[in-house]
């Protein structure tokens, strides 16, 4: 007698929680981007020594010529200043990326061209505040606010959000 059925059987729903941790090595150029933010409050990236191009974060090769960065890495201070590329605000959870936790609330995210010595900007998407979103426009430059040094862990989460530069908010959690 065979227990195989032409019709699928319905599984039930679970409310089974399981944790999930994960440590991963972030690499000489990523964990040299998160020291440098953790301690310092500065984003660091890398000119690409072949084709000039910004990498933020940084990387050792580049996405445009892939040309290697591995020798003698050109290490440059970016911002605290960008200019807001484009931007979307949303009102939904969404999954914060470091911790797994839920995050909840209306959130305004834009792709930010950040200032480099480099031909060309970086570019991040990140959080941008302190203004409205019926205010916020392409070509509105913004500063990164971080954390206070003593709650700085190395994640992108250390820079809370970029608040138009015309505000008298400090840039470093101060």
């Given at each position: 007698m065979s227990t195989e059925s032409n019709h699928p059987v319905p599984v039930p729903p679970t409310r089974l929680r399981t944790s999930f941790f994960m440590d991963y090595p972030v690499g000489l150029f990523n964990g040299r981007f998160a020291r440098e933010m953790r301690d310092n409050g500065r984003l660091l990236g890398i000119v690409c020594r072949h084709c000039g191009f910004s990498l933020l974060p940084p990387q050792a090769v580049c996405t445009v010529c892939h040309g290697e960065n591995?020798?003698?890495?050109?290490?440059?201070?970016m911002g605290p200043e960008a200019t807001v590329a484009g931007f979307m605000t949303f009102n939904m959870p969404y999954i914060d990326s470091n911790d797994l936790s839920v995050k909840k609330g209306s959130s305004t995210v834009g792709q930010l061209m950040v200032d480099s010595p480099?031909?060309?900007?970086?570019?991040l998407w990140h959080f941008i505040g302190?203004?409205?979103a019926g205010?916020?426009?392409?070509?509105?430059?913004?500063r990164a606010v971080f954390r206070p040094k003593e709650e700085r862990q190395g994640l992108m989460?250390?820079?809370?959000y970029w608040c138009p530069v015309d505000s008298d908010h400090p840039t470093q959690g101060d």
């Open positions: 591995f020798e003698d890495p050109n290490w440059v201070e480099g031909k060309t900007t970086g570019f302190e203004v409205e205010k916020l426009r392409n070509g509105m430059r913004v989460t250390d820079i809370l």
